[in-house]
Nanobody, 124 residues
Framework: VQLQASGGGLVQAGGSLRLSCAAS????????MGWFRQAPGKEREFVAA????????YYADFVKGRFTISGDNAKNTVYLQMNSLNREDAAVYYC??????????????????WGQGTKVTVSS
């Protein structure tokens, strides 16, 4: 099973992009799905996550009010709508899935399945 992230690209500052992530292969038993990002020279950081059972969403402070995570657990698909993008949002965005209940969604270590990443470039 693999996660396939897509939707990245070049966007002007202030613009929007919608990232998608879908599982291929067998059905993924996902408790939480999340998005992380990694800019050049920086560590991978949490962006957003959704806990399927309760539809609870989690966001990093720097994206609150600008990004929205949504998806369909039955289809193993998660989206990240990104609005009001700025240059600090430029990074490779990774989707991830966690199958263990009770994970801390903000932590990289909680996720066992990762997509290949999709690059977001923001021009001024």
């Amino acid at each position: 099973v693999q996660l396939q992230a897509s939707g990245g690209g070049l966007v002007q500052a202030g613009g929007s992009l919608r990232l998608s992530c879908a599982a291929s292969g067998r059905t993924v038993n996902s408790v939480v799905m999340g998005w992380f990002r990694q800019a050049p020279g920086k560590e991978r950081e949490f962006v957003a996550a959704i806990r399927w059972r309760t539809d609870t969403t989690y966001y990093a402070d720097f994206v609150k009010g600008r990004f929205t995570i949504s998806g369909d657990n039955a289809k193993n698909t998660v989206y990240l709508q990104m609005n009001s993008l700025n240059r600090e949002d430029a990074a490779v965005y990774y989707c991830a899935s966690a199958g263990r209940p009770g994970i801390f969604p903000f932590s990289i270590s909680g996720y066992e399945l990762w997509g290949q990443g999709t690059k977001v470039t923001v021009s001024s």
